[in-house]
């Protein structure tokens, strides 16, 4: 069994073993409780619901209801502690005058435990100061604006927001050429004749430095010059914190580290630069993983692959996969190489091979590209390259006259993307917009030349942090154009339907049909809109609605209505990503061509 089947697996029977475990506790919290002074819990006074849910949250009094004290006494004792941690509560909101009186009533039976509260006035945040250690006013341009810092002058006081300011406040000079600014001293005073709060922060910016070289600690196998190869600085640049951000990120994303520090050293140098310490912890470069899935309209399915991530030292990726299902099996060779002409600039090269057997066509195929791609910003890359690819097909099976024909291309693929996720495997928020562009040159005389252009963007947008709500959304398009549809391969025209496209309808059957047959279109457009709701740290549930369909022409009619599919999908999250479990029906359902439901099973997010 496979290393990342076997985390499944363990995931899944986690859950279970949690959901087992909560049952139980759920039945153990209803029982009678034990022996003791039994009692319940009153609120009086003019509290806000989401105020009285967190005094709740924190009540010592309600979280031991289940072990009563022995005396009133001490229930009176869990009372006042009560008292002091609501009092802290709506201190943190600015009701610094509020009053919590508590009564216990022992001629009862329960005992009945009352809080009276009077959140009284909220304070206003009235004045914000900086000062420097020697008490002078820190200058306009050396500490961000009030809003920058996320606060208002006058407006509501809370604490949360002043502590927040506090790390940006003190990350502010650090980004313009202070490595040890800090705040020494915080003090708020409370105004209680006039409901006011005043903020006084002392700011110690410490020297001004530029930027030196980088000393490297924690390397074996990496190799220190294609590191610094990446260093987004030059000695001598003023230093800038969120360089060493940036940096940080750049070296994480490489996926050979498994921790990594950016750090400036403890003292500036007789030249006024200080130097830049990194210190890494090397993962094992090797990877060997596989999954499984199961789609009702494709069959089950599997994937092996192993990868070598540093295999010359350089960060050169090696990667070699196969997978398999009922329709199509297929193996893939791909090499990358980073800083190949400069930093910014990574050649990669694949080759991979097919053997398909699909409701449109059979046959074989063959394709190998070379690219260089270049990285312009954090967010923006292109790149271009030359590949070939050779097809045979043995059966179109909406032209049967077009059997046993070989097709053979040379095509120049150009590409740009934009993409600011969050996270690869289940991003929050952020976009993912691809480009492409490529003209593809027959070979073969039966091969005609014509341009492909496709295009796709997705985005995310958090709507809460908790419960995690994430509206994610993804339409893509391709097309052929200046060549007849029947006259290209079945193997490069376009189809939707299935897990990837369309969900609800099957593989390949939303388009263009003979019969019960696809025939593959011109062109393409879909869509897809999913509401990702993650109830626990472990599962989520996720309504969708997809949409699409393929052309005949190359560019598509726009009278032509669009297919639509609408279902439901669970997420079971582990550490190699979600596995997702995906129920959808056709809205547009096509007498004896759609099924009543389509079922999908896979690892990670649909997009």
Excluded at 281 to 305: F, M, Q, S, W
Excluded at 578 to 594: G, M, N, S
């Amino acid at each position: 069994m496979n290393h990342a089947f076997k985390i499944v697996i363990w995931t899944l029977l986690s859950a279970l073993t949690l959901s087992a475990a909560n049952a139980l506790a759920a039945g153990r919290t209803t029982q009678a409780p034990a022996s003791g002074l039994a009692y319940v819990v009153r609120y009086e006074g003019a509290v806000a619901p989401e105020t009285l849910e967190l005094l709740k949250a924190v009540s010592k009094a309600e979280s031991l209801r289940q072990s009563p004290p022995d005396t009133a006494l001490l229930l009176e004792s869990r009372a006042e502690e009560d008292r002091a941690t609501f009092l802290k509560v709506f201190s943190s909101d600015g009701h610094f005058a509020a009053r919590v009186d508590t009564r216990v009533d022992a001629s009862t039976t329960p005992v009945v435990l009352t809080y009276h509260i009077d959140p009284g006035p909220q304070f206003n945040l009235a004045s914000v100061r900086f000062l420097l250690p020697d008490g002078n006013q820190v200058p306009d341009d050396a500490h961000p604006p009030l809003a920058e810092l996320g606060l208002t002058v006058p407006g509501p006081f809370n604490a949360k927001a002043v502590v927040d300011a506090e790390d940006k406040l003190a990350a502010f000079p650090r980004r313009h050429g202070h490595p040890f600014a800090k705040v020494d001293h915080r003090q708020v005073t409370a105004d209680f004749a006039g409901h006011a709060v005043s903020v006084v922060w002392t700011l110690d910016p410490g020297p001004v430095a530029s930027l030196d070289g980088v000393t490297f600690k924690g390397l074996t196998r990496v190799k220190e010059g294609f590191l610094a190869g990446l260093v987004p600085w030059k000695a001598g640049d003023r230093y800038d914190a969120d360089l060493l951000a940036r940096y940080r990120k750049k070296l994480s994303s490489l996926d050979l580290f498994s921790s990594v520090q950016v750090e400036p050293d403890k003292a500036v140098n007789a030249q006024g630069q200080v130097p830049v310490v990194v210190t890494v912890t090397e993962r094992k470069h090797r990877t060997v993983k596989g999954g499984i899935d199961y789609k009702t309209d494709e069959g089950p399915g599997a994937n092996l692959g192993w990868e070598h991530r540093n295999l010359f030292g350089g960060g050169e990726k090696l990667s070699i996969g196969a997978s398999a299902s009922s329709i199509e099996r297929n193996g893939e060779v791909s090499f990358e190489k980073p800083d190949f002409i400069t930093p910014k600039e990574l050649f990669k090269a694949k080759a991979k091979v097919a053997d398909e057997d699909k409701k449109a066509y059979k046959g074989q195929n063959a394709t190998g590209t070379a690219v260089v791609r270049r990285q312009f910003t954090d967010a923006v890359s292109a790149g271009a390259g030359v590949g070939y690819r050779t097809s045979r097909i043995e059966e179109d099976k909406s032209r049967p006259w077009d059997n046993d024909t070989q097709y053979g291309f040379v095509f120049i693929p150009v590409e740009a993307g934009f993409d600011t996720r969050d996270d690869v495997l289940d991003p929050h928020k952020g976009v993912l917009t691809s480009l492409s562009l490529a003209p593809y040159f027959g070979i073969i005389s039966n091969s005609p030349n014509f341009l492909r252009p496709e295009a796709s963007v997705a985005t995310y947008w958090q709507l809460a942090e908790k419960p995690g709500l994430v509206l994610a959304m993804r339409a893509a398009g391709g097309s052929n154009m200046g060549a007849n549809r029947r006259d290209i391969s079945p193997d490069l025209r376009f189809f939707a339907g299935g897990s990837g496209s369309i969900r609800g309808y099957g593989y390949q059957s939303v388009g263009p049909m003979r019969g019960k047959t696809p025939v593959g279109g011109a062109s393409v457009v879909t869509f897809s809109t999913e509401l990702r709701l993650r109830l626990t740290e472990l599962i989520g549930i996720v309504p969708f609605l997809d949409g699409g369909t393929a052309f005949a022409e190359s560019l598509p009619p726009l009278h032509q209505p669009l297919m639509l599919g609408a279902g439901l999908g669970l997420r079971v999250y582990t550490p190699i990503g979600p596995i997702r479990v995906d129920v959808a029906t056709p809205l547009a359902r096509r007498k004896d061509i759609d099924d009543l439901v389509q079922f999908y099973c896979s690892i990670g997010q649909s997009f």
